[in-house]
């Protein structure tokens, strides 16, 4: 049995106690953001004199970018801006969650904020009607770094029975996937899906169809919503693409993708379209889907274990070794939507929606076509940081 914290063994009776004590008008507030790795989040809490019934009820903060990679200690303040409110299901109503942008002493976006390019790009394709569904995976490992539940030496008899499985040999903390999944339903994220991976310890849910921003919005708090069931529980949700190597599938955040004339009658052909476009831009693509510039990538998108090449892309009805798949139905039919099987787990859903519709949709460059990526100047951050 992978070790659990310390913290998540405390008294939780006790805990509920002082949870369920009542707060008078007050409303506390947490404020959540991405920090300077551009893929783990923050968060700190206020307390507000009344609930707050929308964004504009919520003022602007700041925090020490200096502790988050994300300035220098001598000018070391950094602006949050509230963008996306959310129902608390923690500490319930009249609490809330904040989703937040993080803007530069100057306030221009921080290196990390890739919500505001997002936003821009969504803007400029509002008339086609562009939907994302995002499927987020990930792997519950014990607070030593080892696969949740996995034998201490050694390993769990090879994949074949996890995926969708059911029974204590083959579903490894389905506790944590569904107190998750109910968070998010609480909080207002719209989760439409879940199941247990091929690789034991690992699982999915699945955010959307829904506009660009408002996807990547609800991806970015569902994550922050399970690394916090996590860490009640004494365990950490891991986003690397490729936590255990060898002939164990890694992690991705498939990324499907519709448009208006698309999910019409005859919109396979748009998406065919859309589909040619994307081949002739792989590689920028493969630099914004994962936050060290394909790296992390690397290590999944070997061709096997259900991923395609890094080096080529390809495309195919059912097919699951290629980049991109439309799904069975979908090709029947002769409408629906297309799923690009390449972005990472731990990709930025802001950066991947926007090259994807600058790709497919505005025929211009920009996401990865800069040698001012994020991840060069994350790797920047990461070597000049102190921590
Ligand atoms: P699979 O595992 O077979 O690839 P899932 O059921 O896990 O598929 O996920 C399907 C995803 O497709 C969900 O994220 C859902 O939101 C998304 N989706 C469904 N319809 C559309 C659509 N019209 N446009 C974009 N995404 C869609
Ligand atoms: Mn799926
Ligand atoms: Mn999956
Ligand atoms: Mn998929």
């Given at each position: 049995?992978?070790?659990?914290?310390?913290?998540?063994?405390?008294?939780?009776?006790?805990?509920?106690?002082?949870?369920?004590?009542?707060?008078?008008?007050?409303?506390?507030?947490?404020?959540?953001?991405?920090?300077?790795?551009?893929?783990?989040?923050?968060?700190?809490?206020?307390?507000?004199?009344?609930?707050?019934q929308g964004?504009?009820?919520?003022?602007?903060?700041?925090?020490?970018?200096?502790?988050?990679?994300?300035?220098?200690?001598?000018?070391?303040?950094?602006?949050?801006?509230?963008?996306?409110?959310?129902?608390?299901?923690?500490?319930?109503?009249?609490?809330?969650?904040?989703?937040?942008?993080?803007?530069?002493?100057?306030?221009?976006?921080?290196?990390?904020?890739?919500?505001?390019?997002?936003?821009?790009?969504?803007?400029?394709?509002?008339?086609?009607?562009?939907?994302?569904?995002?499927?987020?995976?990930?792997?519950?490992?014990g607070v030593?770094?080892?696969?949740?539940?996995?034998?201490?030496?050694?390993?769990?008899?090879?994949?074949?029975?996890?995926?969708?499985?059911?029974?204590?040999?083959?579903?490894?903390?389905?506790?944590?996937?569904?107190?998750?999944?109910?968070?998010?339903?609480?909080?207002?994220?719209?989760?439409?899906?879940?199941?247990?991976?091929?690789?034991?310890?690992?699982?999915?849910?699945?955010?959307?169809?829904?506009?660009?921003?408002?996807?990547?919005?609800?991806?970015?708090?569902?994550?922050?919503?399970?690394?916090?069931?996590?860490?009640?529980?004494?365990?950490?949700?891991?986003?690397?693409?490729?936590?255990?190597?060898?002939?164990?599938?890694?992690?991705?955040?498939?990324?499907?993708?519709?448009?208006?004339?698309?999910?019409?009658?005859?919109?396979?052909?748009?998406?065919?379209?859309?589909?040619?476009?994307?081949?002739?831009?792989?590689?920028?693509?493969?630099?914004?889907?994962?936050?060290?510039?394909?790296?992390?990538?690397?290590?999944?998108?070997?061709?096997?274990?259900?991923?395609?090449?890094?080096?080529?892309?390809?495309?195919?009805?059912?097919?699951?070794?290629?980049?991109?798949?439309?799904?069975?139905?979908?090709?029947?039919?002769?409408w629906g939507?297309?799923?690009?099987?390449?972005?990472?787990?731990?990709?930025?859903?802001?950066?991947?929606?926007?090259?994807?519709?600058?790709?497919?949709?505005?025929?211009?460059?920009?996401?990865?076509?800069?040698?001012?990526?994020?991840?060069?100047?994350?790797?920047?951050?990461?070597?000049?940081?102190?921590?």
């Amino acid at each position: 049995m992978s070790p659990v914290s310390a913290s998540s063994r405390l008294n939780k009776n006790l805990h509920q106690h002082y949870r369920s004590l009542p707060q008078g008008d007050v409303a506390q507030v947490t404020y959540v953001w991405i920090d300077g790795s551009g893929e783990t989040l923050r968060c700190k809490t206020r307390t507000l004199e009344c609930e707050p019934q929308g964004i504009e009820d919520l003022p602007e903060w700041n925090f020490d970018g200096s502790s988050t990679y994300q300035a220098d200690t001598s000018n070391s303040d950094m602006h949050l801006v509230p963008v996306r409110m959310f129902r608390d299901p923690f500490a319930l109503d009249p609490n809330k969650l904040v989703l937040c942008e993080v803007l530069k002493f100057n306030r221009q976006p921080a290196e990390t904020n890739l919500r505001v390019r997002c936003r821009k790009v969504m803007e400029d394709v509002q008339d086609l009607k562009v939907w994302f569904g995002m499927e987020q995976e990930y792997t519950l490992l014990g607070v030593d770094g080892h696969p949740f539940d996995w034998p201490q030496n050694g390993f769990p008899g090879r994949q074949g029975p996890y995926y969708c499985g059911v029974g204590a040999d083959r579903a490894y903390g389905r506790d944590i996937v569904e107190c998750h999944y109910k968070a998010c339903l609480y909080a207002g994220i719209k989760v439409v899906g879940t199941n247990a991976e091929v690789m034991p310890s690992q699982w999915e849910f699945q955010v959307g169809p829904g506009e660009g921003l408002d996807v990547a919005d609800q991806l970015w708090m569902a994550r922050f919503l399970l690394h916090r069931v996590c860490e009640d529980f004494g365990v950490v949700a891991s986003l690397d693409p490729k936590p255990i190597t060898g002939d164990w599938n890694g992690a991705g955040c498939h990324t499907n993708v519709s448009t208006e004339a698309s999910r019409a009658e005859g919109g396979l052909q748009y998406m065919e379209e859309a589909i040619e476009k994307l081949k002739e831009r792989h590689a920028q693509h493969i630099r914004v889907y994962d936050p060290r510039g394909g790296q992390d990538n690397l290590r999944r998108l070997t061709g096997l274990q259900e991923t395609s090449s890094i080096h080529s892309f390809t495309a195919g009805v059912a097919d699951r070794g290629a980049s991109v798949r439309i799904p069975r139905q979908v090709g029947l039919q002769g409408w629906g939507y297309f799923e690009d099987r390449r972005p990472a787990a731990n990709c930025d859903p802001y950066a991947v929606t926007e090259v994807i519709v600058r790709t497919c949709f505005l025929g211009c460059p920009g996401g990865g076509d800069s040698p001012e990526t994020k991840s060069s100047s994350i790797r920047t951050h990461r070597s000049k940081s102190t921590i």
